[in-house]
């Protein structure tokens, strides 16, 4: 046998085996994570001008966000004292 057969013979093993053991991790459950409730609504309402029949459409939408209850960082209690610029050549 030809040393160059026997490398093809071996990659194509090592090519299946591993493409074998990826089908196989697909089947694999996820975890389950539900879905976030959106956090926005839209609305339309149609009005008709009696008087000349034309139609105009007003659409809101309306987004909530959820901010922080607190600031992240406390702010300071005096206010921090001037840099002074020792670069600045004279």
Do not use: H, W
């Amino acid at each position: 046998m030809n040393f160059r057969l026997l490398l093809c013979i071996a990659m194509g093993v090592f090519v299946t085996y591993l493409g074998v053991f990826m089908l196989i991790g697909q089947f694999r459950r996820k975890p389950y994570v539900p879905k976030p409730r959106p956090n926005f609504s839209a609305k339309a309402t149609v009005v008709v001008n009696a008087e000349t029949g034309e139609k105009t459409i007003y659409r809101e939408i309306t987004v909530s966000t959820k901010f922080a209850p607190a600031p992240a960082t406390p702010p300071p209690s005096s206010p921090a004292p001037p840099q002074l610029d020792t670069t600045a050549e004279k």
